[in-house]
Nanobody, 123 residues
Framework: QVQLAESGGGLVQAGGSVRLSCAAS????????MAWFRQAPGKQREFVGG????????TYADSLKDRFTCSRDPAKNTVYLDVNGLKPEDTAVYYC????????????????WGQGTQVTVSS
């Protein structure tokens, strides 16, 4: 079992930045792929970016790659999502997720999910 806990969301002004954290616990993560998704009201859950726990195979959604950065701290079992130049359309609940296996951008293929953290961007 893997437990995930996101933090770092809140109310941010447009143009600002935010760092989201996802603390992982449970089984070892050497062969896991970890990703960030987001879901705005009335919309489907959307892939933001992800990476293997080794740090390799970092991938982003094409429309977001200029402003979003995934990173991790293995010593803390934590992955991060840094977002710059926030826009009102970035308002969503942001989730981290883990799947056993190769990289994927499909939400249904992920095995474990955190509870999500709300990011609200004011204009």
């Amino acid at each position: 079992q893997v437990q995930l806990a996101e933090s770092g969301g809140g109310l941010v002004q447009a143009g600002g930045s935010v760092r989201l954290s996802c603390a992982a616990s449970g089984r070892t993560f050497g062969f896991y792929y970890m990703a960030w998704f987001r879901q705005a009201p009335g919309k489907q859950r959307e892939f933001v970016g992800g990476m293997l726990w080794s740090g390799a195979s970092t991938t982003y959604a094409d429309s977001l790659k200029d402003r979003f950065t995934c990173s991790r701290d293995p010593a803390k079992n934590t992955v991060y999502l840094d977002v710059n130049g926030l826009k009102p359309e970035d308002t969503a609940v942001y989730y981290c997720a883990v799947r056993v296996g190769t990289p994927s951008t499909t939400a249904s293929s992920f095995d474990y999910w955190g509870q999500g953290t709300q990011v609200t961007v004011s204009s």
